[in-house]
């Protein structure tokens, strides 16, 4: 088995600030995933990365930059945190191939204030 | 592009009750069809998916089957307990895309 990792759990920050998410697996899976999850709105994808060094901007990429360090890790920069912003951010990890399967971390939540 | 709709909750059961949670999707792919649990305070986590049209996928007691015509994966329990109480969203993917495509999520409450 494997673990995702996520830090930090709670992320405060000021309206205006560039604020980042940090995510670890060791799956060695080769696909991570960022979505934003919303009561009421479900799990929208913001970037992934299908290998080391590719970035693919999802639904809602707006407002956020991503980078795949190396095959293990995943950051998510808020590039002017919004006081709208505020959801918790679940990072994911698969195999690439028909029919993955995601494993997802605990969640982070942002709080604007 | 791919979207997934499905019951909207909350839904609050008695134990005992039967559960079912509608999903429906829409696709010009081949998709693989999840069912993805959260309880408070986790990630979401796999219940089961289904590869193939007209098979059914089952776990801890949930199942639903792949309806291709109806473009249906309804998820049901015969019989709900206290500790099912959780988000439950369905989900699309597979074909040469590396993504899952999530319905807004069902939260279902089981009341003792």
């Known amino acids: 088995g494997g673990i995702i990792t996520q830090t930090p759990k709670f992320l405060i920050g000021q309206e205006g600030q560039k604020l980042t998410l940090k995510c670890q697996q060791n799956f060695n899976h080769d696909t991570m995933y960022w979505y934003r999850q919303d009561s009421g709105k479900g799990l929208r994808l913001i970037y992934y990365s299908i290998t080391e060094n590719d970035l693919q901007k999802g639904d809602l990429s707006e407002g956020y930059d991503a980078s795949r360090e190396k095959k293990s890790s995943f950051s998510l920069t808020v590039t002017s945190a919004q006081k709208n912003e505020m959801a918790v951010f679940l990072c994911?990890?698969?195999?690439?191939?028909?029919?993955?399967?995601?494993?997802f971390g605990e969640g982070s939540r942002l709080i604007v204030v | 592009g791919d979207s997934v709709t499905q019951t909207e909750g909350p839904v609050t059961l008695s134990e005992g009750t039967s559960l079912t949670v509608n999903c429906s999707y829409e696709?010009?792919?081949?998709?693989?069809l999840f069912w993805y649990v959260q309880y408070p305070g986790e990630g979401p986590q796999l219940l089961f998916k289904v590869p193939k049209a007209n098979e059914k996928g089952s776990n801890r007691g949930f199942e639903a089957t792949y309806n291709k015509e109806a473009t249906s994966f309804h998820l049901q329990k015969a019989s709900v307990q206290e500790s099912d109480s959780a988000v439950y969203y369905c989900a699309l993917g597979g074909g040469s895309n590396a993504k899952l495509t999530f319905g807004k999520g069902t939260k279902l409450s089981v009341k003792s």
């Open positions: 994911a990890s698969s195999y690439r191939g028909l029919g993955n399967t995601l494993y």
């Open positions: 696709t010009k792919q081949y998709p693989t």
